[in-house]
Nanobody, 130 residues
Framework: QVQLAESGGGSVQAGGSLRLSCAASVSTYSPYCMGWFRQAPGKEREGVAT???????????DSVKGRFTISQDNAENTLNTLYLQMNSLKPEDTAIYYC????????????????????WGQGTQVTVSS
């Protein structure tokens, strides 16, 4: 069982920035993929950004490319912390943001479909006003 806890959400004006964090109960180099998803009111949960296991390539939804950056701690022998740096925020970015994890093997990758992911945090609210 992987436990995830998000933090860093809040309210910001359009054009502003926020940094989300996700504390995981697995180490940085464990064979789990991690990613960020969001769910806006009245909409289905959608993938925002994911990373290849081991901190390799990152993958983004087209709606956030160039504005959001996913990263993780690379320190050895520590629990993994996943980040989402969000810049140039828009009102349409308003949503509950979730951290997710799934076993994917070393060097593995999981896409942006929520159906591929198993473990979820409780979510953190991000509100962007115009």
């Amino acid at each position: 069982q992987v436990q995830l806890a998000e933090s860093g959400g809040g309210s910001v004006q359009a054009g502003g920035s926020l940094r989300l964090s996700c504390a995981a109960s697995v180490s940085t180099y464990s064979p789990y993929c991690m990613g960020w998803f969001r769910q806006a009111p009245g909409k289905e949960r959608e993938g925002v950004a994911t990373m290849r296991q081991g901190g390799g390539s990152a993958y983004y939804d087209d709606s956030v490319k160039g504005r959001f950056t996913i990263s993780q701690d690379n320190a050895e022998n520590t629990l993994n912390t996943l980040y989402l740096q969000m810049n140039s925020l828009k009102p349409e970015d308003t949503a509950i943001y979730y951290c997710a994890a799934v076993y994917c093997g070393y060097g593995g990758y999981k896409g942006l479909s929520q159906n591929a992911w198993r473990y979820w945090g409780q979510g953190t609210q991000v509100t962007v006003s115009s």
